[in-house]
């Protein structure tokens, strides 16, 4: 076949290096070797055609081989694949009780860490309740000392008062005079205060009587009839005006 393609492959060359003939399509080629070539062609494609026919011929051969190959690779690859998915399935479930037993055994260590933790907590408790207890005894005790001390103490203030009962009744008499002499001095700057009070509620009254008035003359001279005599100007400074009325200085 090789030598069929070469052949043809000369054949073109010559033919496209050929002298062209003039006002025609044609051209010059050498027959010799244009024969040559178709001569190789011929002796050479029979020999081809008994390749080809051979190939024909063990084509069921070959196809039968290459489906025995074939199932033969399916059941290899089948067989490998279920040899891979059991040993992954062993393999996982080697690695679930590994991690089963790595959580029970973590497990197990919480629990006793947390007994441990317990006990000790439970001791911590116990001690620092007899340490407390023991501060509050010792602590009560000095609360009853002190009382004691405190009692005796007073019991001897009150015979040392006692005997100061002379100066005692002179400072309640003192105490007495201070009391009463309080007392009239607020009964006087009470007196003075109402009296204050009174004359400044006074002073309001009256300025607020002055300017009620005030303003009724105001509200007349707008309600005057329109055209009319022109309304007197109204001082509103009027009704502020201070004067000396029964000794006191009224606005």
């Known amino acids: 076949m090789y030598r069929v393609f070469e052949a043809l492959d000369e054949l073109v060359t010559i033919v496209e290096e050929a002298r062209g003939v003039p006002m025609t399509s044609g051209c010059v080629v050498p027959r010799g070797d244009v024969l040559e070539l178709l001569d190789d062609v011929r002796d050479a494609i029979p020999a081809e055609l008994d390749d080809a026919q051979d190939v024909l011929d063990h084509r069921d051969e070959v196809l039968t081989k290459a489906r025995t190959e074939s199932e033969q690779s399916v059941g290899s690859a089948r067989a490998e694949a279920e040899q891979t998915v059991s040993q992954a399935r062993a393999e996982a479930e080697h690695m679930l009780a590994e991690a089963r037993a790595r959580a029970e055994r973590m497990v ?4 006793a860490e947390a007994e441990r933790t317990v006990t000790a907590g439970r001791r911590e408790y116990e001690d620092l309740v007899g340490r407390s207890q023991d501060e509050a005894d010792r602590m ?107 000794g006191r200085t009224r606005r």
Not at 108 to 111: F, K, L, V
Not at 176 to 188: I, K, M, Q, T, Y
Not at 216 to 225: C, E, F, S, V
């Open 140 to 246: 009560i005790q000095a609360g009853r000392t002190s009382y004691e001390r405190a009692v005796e103490e007073g019991r001897a203030e009150q015979a040392r008062q006692i005997e100061q009962t002379e100066v005692v009744r002179a400072a309640h008499a003192e105490a007495s005079r201070l009391v009463d002499s309080a007392n009239g001095e607020s009964d006087r700057l009470r007196s003075e205060c109402d009296a204050y009070v009174d004359s400044k509620l006074a002073d309001f009254e009256e300025l607020l009587g002055r300017t009620l008035r005030t303003v009724t003359k105001g509200r007349q001279q707008l309600r005057g009839p329109i055209g009319g005599p022109a309304p007197v100007p109204f001082d509103y400074q009027d009704g502020y005006r201070e004067e000396e009325v029964g």
């Open 108 to 111: 197990s260590e919480a629990q």
